[in-house]
């Protein structure tokens, strides 16, 4: 731990932080992000450095956390396994020790959970997961923000989930549970939501129905991704058979709340897991969503290194 420095924090998963957090760190992204569209100068991290860790591959999460840490007044490392020893079987643990010792704060996007949570254990400074094949609480944070932004409080809502019981059902699972609305959740028969990998034992916030259709009735929110997430390439055609009732339609938007929102994390694929006419059609907020990547983790990342402002 450096000098000065209280309890290290680290964001993992969703439910690493409490329900007070969260409502902290939402107002919080309001600010920054109003500050942001105002060009108001706000530089709070100037000498501290971000490094990221990519054993996946990124668009929204480079660029979120990049530009991000730029305007906040700090620099980045950017680190992949084809540029550091990460990918020369040096021990995760030691890659740990020494990168917390040059940095403020990490950044990873890998495949286990295991992994992150590893490289977390040996950190002297505090980690962020990036995505990992079990949980990404930064996307669920910043489609939360946008929820808010859009319509207000998400507590009490209903939020529809049609298709893989992935790493973005998990988080929604979580989300639920602490921030008090109800999850609906429709996959294909052997790809179900497992609560136990979300850590979730509340079964009061969520609805599971065989039917998306169903899922998606009186829904607030309606969202979705990818058939085949990264990882699970071998997979691509058997779930394209798997997942073919499964795509986000005009009829199940219809069936949702009249002033329903559809989200989804990106990259989509138009006519697979959405309709072209639902994704660019006036309930879809997925550019703001995209966006809102950058803003909420701004609010993350100076959360875990200043604290809370004011």
């Known amino acids: 731990m450096k000098p000065g420095m209280s309890l290290i924090k680290h964001y993992l998963q969703f439910k690493d932080l409490r329900t007070e957090e969260y409502a902290y760190l939402l107002a919080r992204t309001a600010v920054i992000k109003q500050r942001f569209k105002n060009y108001e100068k706000y530089t709070p991290l100037v000498d501290r450095t971000l490094a990221m860790i990519f054993e996946k591959a990124s668009t929204r999460t480079r660029v979120s956390f990049e530009a991000g840490m730029y305007q906040m007044g700090g620099s980045v490392v950017n680190l992949t396994t084809g540029d550091s020893q990460l990918g020369r079987a040096e021990p995760i643990e030691d890659s ?43 996307q669920i944070l910043a489609d939360v923000f946008t929820y808010i932004e859009h319509r207000g409080s998400i507590q009490g809502k209903v939020v529809a989930w049609v298709g893989d019981g992935n790493n973005m059902a998990n988080t929604w699972l979580q989300a639920a549970d602490i921030l008090g609305f109800t999850l609906h959740v429709s996959t294909p028969s052997g790809y179900e939501l497992d609560p136990k990998v979300a850590g979730v034992s509340n079964t009061n916030c969520v609805k599971v129905f065989k039917n998306p259709l169903d899922a998606c009735r009186g829904a607030h929110l309606v969202t979705t991704d990818v058939w085949t997430s990264m990882g699970y390439e071998a997979e691509n055609e058997a779930r394209k058979t798997a997942f073919a009732d499964w795509c986000v339609d005009r009829e199940m938007m219809a069936v949702a709340q009249s002033d329903a929102l559809f989200m ?3 990259p989509a694929h138009r006519g697979e897991e959405v ?23 701004k609010a993350l990342m100076e959360y875990l290194l200043i604290g809370r402002i004011g």
Not at 105 to 121: C, G, H
Request: hydrophobic share 40%; proline share 4%.
């Open 275 to 297: 309709e072209a006419d639902v994704i660019d059609g006036p309930q879809s907020v997925v550019w703001d969503e995209a966006e809102n990547r950058m803003h909420v983790q």
């Open 96 to 138: 740990a020790k020494v990168i917390s010792r040059m940095v403020d704060l990490v950044m990873i996007r890998t495949y286990e959970q295991t992994k992150l949570e590893a490289f977390a254990a040996n950190s002297r400074v505090p980690v962020i997961n990036g995505l990992t094949n079990e949980y990404h609480p930064c």
């Open 264 to 266: 989804h994390c990106l």
